[in-house]
Structures are given as C-alpha cells and as structure tokens.
C-alpha cells in the first residue's frame, strides 16, 4: 500500500448504512488505531496532510484526534471539522504535558479529551458511546456541541455526561462560586469523595489538578471581563476571583502566553479600526 494511501475498515454489508468515523494520526500511530476492536464500524485512518481532501468528500460521525500528530494541522482540523460537522462529537488524544492544547481543543469544540497512553478498549467503548448519542438524538448533540461560552463548566459538564455525578456537581459548583476561596477540601465534599480521591479522579478525567482547573477558568472569566475597556487591570483581577494582582498576572501569562494589558490591547484595538 501506498504510504499516502487511506486505510479504510469497511463493515460487513449487511450492516445498516453509516456514515463512517474518521481518525486523524501519525505514521507510527497508524496500526494501532487498524487494530481498534470496532468492526462493526467504518473506520477511516487518515495522516494530517490528508484532511482537508476528506472533509470536501464526505460527512463522518465521529472524529478522533490524536494531536502528537502535527498538532497545529490537527488543530485546525479540528476547527474545520466542527464547522462542517457541528453535531458529530470530536474526540482527541494528547500525550503529558497538554494541558494548553488541551484547553485549545476544548475551546474549538472537542468533546472529550483522553490523556495518552489510552487503552484500545476503553476507547472503543467511549466511541460506542459517543455514536449511540448522536444516532439517537442528533439536534440535541448539535445544541450541546455548539453550547456557547461563556458558562464553560456548564458547557463542559454537558459535554461530558459520563462523567461521575460527583464531577459534574464539581464543574457547576466551580463556575458559581469562582470568586469565592475554594479549596480542596471543599471541592471533595462537593464530589462526595474523600480528598485523595478527589484529587486523583479529577487529574485523571481533566488532565489538571483542581486548583491549576480553577485558575484555568479565573483566567476565561479575566478575558471576558478585559473587553469592558474602562477598569483597571486590578479590578479585573479582582472580578475574575484572584486573591492579589501578581497571581493575576502569573496565571493569565502561563495560560495565555501574554500578559492581561497585551491581550487587551490586541483585542481592543482591531475594533477600534473597524469603526
């Protein structure tokens, strides 16, 4: 075979008509996914370069990313993917650290994303999931997967329905109390798990500890609140729920790569031209 050429796994033909899941990978990735336990379905294994030409040929159901994979092109895959596909979940796959790609790909409309290394079985079982939620309901998968910032927790919890109700009450709890001192322990009674537990579980459905999540959205809410020209940096701070002006400044530049007078300049003043 070819090395540009698609590997496709078609089912048998006395399967019911789909459309077929794409997966978007690398080279060396390639076998692995061929060897998904997912017969049933019609499984298109792609390289990065690929993409585009896939997307102007056919609708898919699902799409999995696996982002060690050039991950600016799978990035801007993905954007176009959900563009055309708003109601097909996106699934994508990162290897430690990821966390602000992560957050890129939970921005541009990925579903879920698994922290590499990731059990072929699981996956398969997360797929089939996935697929039985959008055969079965496709306008109420659309509104969920284009559910808009900024009520991010809730948006996520949504997206997330298999996760343990203990999280979910975490997320939600996380977005409405986000300018009040949360702490772990806290955040474990909300789950309902002992604080070990707690801190474990949540590393390993988010990829982040609870406190690092917590900054994480302090930061989305400072960007939202930077577009009100008129207050002062210190006042965002203070509105977005940090404690003092330098731990501000630290998270958003970690999170953001500038710093909160950067990004307001560069996004106040495109508008401003336009006017």
């Known amino acids: 075979m070819a090395s540009g050429e698609s590997v496709v796994e078609r089912p048998p033909k006395n399967r019911s008509v789909k459309n ?9 990735s390639r076998e692995w996914f061929r060897r998904l336990p997912l017969p049933e379905e019609c499984l298109e294994i ?3 370069w690929q993409a585009a030409c896939c997307l102007l040929r056919t609708a898919y159901d699902l799409v999995v990313i696996d982002l060690d994979a050039e991950p600016e092109i799978a990035l801007h895959f993905l954007n176009d993917f959900k563009g055309r596909n708003p109601s097909s979940p996106a699934l994508v796959l990162v290897s430690p650290p990821a966390e602000e790609i992560k957050f890129r790909a939970l921005q541009l409309g990925a579903r879920d994303c698994w922290i590499k290394p990731v059990d072929g079985n ?3 079982d997360w797929v089939r ?4 939620l959008k055969r079965q309901n496709p306008v109420s ?6 559910a808009p910032y ?5 948006t996520m919890a949504d997206r997330c329905r298999s996760l343990p109700e203990g999280m979910i009450r975490v997320l939600r709890h996380m977005e409405k109390h986000l300018s009040d001192d949360l702490d772990l322990a806290g955040l474990a009674r909300v789950a309902g798990m002992s604080r070990h537990h707690f801190c474990r579980s949540f590393k390993r459905y988010f ?3 609870p406190i690092r999540f917590l900054n994480y959205l302090k930061v989305q ?9 008129g207050l002062s940096l210190s006042t965002v701070a203070m509105k977005a729920g940090f404690n003092d002006y330098g731990s501000f400044c630290k998270y958003f530049r970690q999170f953001e790569q500038m710093t909160p007078s950067g990004y307001r300049h560069a996004r106040l003043e495109p508008s401003k031209e336009n006017r």
Request: net charge negative.
């Open 221 to 229: 809410r400072a960007k939202r609140i930077l577009m009100e020209n």
């Open 129 to 132: 999931h996935l697929l039985s």
């Open 207 to 209: 990829g982040l500890t």
């Open 20 to 28: 077929p899941l794409l997966v978007i990978t690398d080279e060396e």
């Open 141 to 146: 998968r659309d509104r969920l997967d284009n």
């Open 150 to 154: 900024p009520e991010f927790c809730q």
């Open 46 to 48: 792609i390289l990065p």
């Open 122 to 124: 699981e996956l398969r």
